[in-house]
């Protein structure tokens, strides 16, 4: 299955879904070069496996990359404002 988890990751999950599926459907008898065993697990719950929804971490990275590029962008800007919002409240005298 970790070479389902590759290859998921470089095509996506459904395109090798879908491949095991179609190498399924054909029936190979005979293993070719440059194909996936298809011995051990159950390629029903290979595929099954494949299209179910995405794990919690798959579905976390987008967001927490998100939230850091939010904050490398707003920390200059406050870095910037900060010493403007500490002077507001002081109170200027006149000459």
């Given amino acids: 299955m ?3 988890d590759q290859a ?3 095509h996506g999950r459904r395109a090798v879904a879908s491949a095991l599926l179609e190498m399924c459907a054909v029936g190979l008898t005979v293993t070719m070069s440059g194909l ?3 011995t051990g697990t159950d390629p029903a719950e290979r595929i099954r496996r494949l ?3 995405t794990p919690p971490q ?3 990275a987008p967001a927490l990359s998100l939230a850091v590029a ?3 962008l707003a920390l ?3 870095l910037a404002l900060a010493p403007a919002a500490l002077l507001a409240g002081t ?3 006149g000459c």
Avoid: F
Wanted: zero cysteines; hydrophobic letters at 60%.
């Fill in 2 to 4: 970790a070479a389902d």
């Fill in 8 to 10: 998921a990751q470089k």
């Fill in 36 to 38: 996936p065993a298809m």
């Fill in 51 to 53: 299209i179910r929804a």
């Fill in 58 to 60: 798959e579905a976390l």
């Fill in 70 to 72: 939010a904050v490398v």
């Fill in 76 to 78: 200059p800007v406050a």
């Fill in 91 to 93: 109170a200027h005298s």
